[in-house]
């Protein structure tokens, strides 16, 4: 599992690691607004099928972001 978030009520609400490669948990129903802005060294996200939402701008500035796999 990756380092690096605050997660409330099964919700990701911030990303303060350095991963290039980030899994997100089954346990989170929902990214939210701008979890992921301006990450610019992340490259690839697997995102699991319980996943609900994600929140306006979770990737804003997340140049190197290639590839997103859902599970």
């Known amino acids: 599992m990756?380092?690096?978030?605050?997660?409330?009520?099964?919700k990701r609400i911030k990303y303060r690691g350095?991963?290039?490669?980030?899994?997100?948990?089954?346990?989170?129903?929902?990214?939210?607004m701008c979890v992921f802005e301006d990450c610019t060294s992340l490259t690839s996200v697997v995102i699991p099928d319980i996943l609900t939402r994600i929140g306006s701008r979770a990737f804003e500035n997340c140049a190197s972001l290639k590839n997103c796999v859902l599970i």
């Open 2 to 10: 990756s380092e690096g978030f605050e997660i409330e009520y099964g």
């Open 18 to 32: 350095t991963e290039t490669e980030v899994t997100i948990p089954d346990s989170v129903t929902e990214i939210g």
